[in-house]
């Protein structure tokens, strides 16, 4: 029997995001005062009356500066792929240095990376070895970018709005946890993170303060029963009766409907986009 799959953030979206839209259909007469924000194809097929909510664009606080250069994706992943850690080390701090931003290296190395390897361990073309070598290393990457990007050291208003991102029980993917709450932390959100990274549990965090949005993981499919579960408790113990919740993950691609599934408000296709998704329930 094979090990567990690793953590790869998610299914490459980077072709099928052309030619999509956002529709956010405000549902009425629902329990939870049903806001829902919907991710499909132009072609999809649309469930509902809905409005059309245009992709968000990046702000002042999260612009992506400098374009990289050809090829470095591909030297990104050699590099990582290497048993010496001082060359990933300096091929990130030269990164910075030339002004490339901390989003930029999050959206266009890390998350493409762990597709990337999440797609050779499903077709037999790596081992586990490899890669929870280079999912470690990811999530150092993660962690240090708040250091050497000087932004993450700000901590933001005590009037800004809080987000819990987390996975559901029992589950140990911690990599995408990690990104999507960089992105939030620089779009200037205060940021708790859940288990399996952070020790307190999606309970006692919504029941003890105010949570605007819920940020959950939604690794696989056969998971959607165990989410549909866990919302609903978490709604019931929310101190706000409000609460947002987005959902993301590699199921959004096989399962557009998920949103409704496991009785969420909305999706977020792409860990970059999160923080704007999250937007619409403030």
């Known amino acids: 029997m094979r090990p567990p799959t690793p953590d790869p953030l998610s299914t490459d979206h980077s072709r099928s995001t052309r030619g999509q839209e956002f529709f956010l259909d405000r549902r009425r007469g629902t329990g939870d005062g049903g806001r ?32 990289l250069a050809v090829g470095e994706r591909a030297r990104f992943l050699e590099l990582i792929r290497r048993v010496e850690e001082a060359p990933i080390e300096a091929f990130i701090e030269t990164l910075v240095e030339r002004g490339v931003s901390a989003e930029r290296i999050l959206r266009d190395l890390v998350t493409p990376t762990a597709r990337t390897m999440g797609e050779e361990w499903t077709q037999d073309r790596c081992t586990f070895v490899d890669v929870t070598l280079v999912t470690g290393r990811l999530q150092r990457i993660v962690r240090s970018l708040a250091q050497i990007d000087p932004l993450g050291q700000d901590q933001p208003e005590s009037s800004a709005p809080a987000v819990l991102v987390s996975s559901l029980p029992r589950q140990q993917h911690t990599l995408g946890l990690l990104v999507v709450a960089e992105f939030f932390r620089r779009a200037r959100w205060q940021v708790t993170v859940g288990p399996p990274v952070g020790p307190a549990s999606p309970g006692d965090v919504v029941a003890g303060q105010h949570i605007d949005v819920l ?18 408790k978490l709604r019931t113990l929310s101190r706000n009766p409000s609460i947002g919740i987005v959902v993301g993950g590699p199921v959004l691609l ?26 619409a329930f403030l």
């Open 36 to 67: 829902s924000l919907m991710f499909s194809r132009t072609q999809g097929i649309r469930t509902g009356p809905a409005t059309e909510v245009p992709l968000p664009q990046p702000t002042t606080s999260n612009r992506l500066n400098h374009e």
């Open 215 to 232: 940020a959950l993981s939604l690794p696989l499919i056969e998971l959607l029963p165990l989410a549909r579960k866990e919302i609903r």
């Open 254 to 279: 096989t399962n557009p409907g998920v949103v409704d599934d496991v009785g969420a408000d909305a999706s977020a296709p792409e860990a970059h986009l999160a923080p704007e998704v999250a937007r």
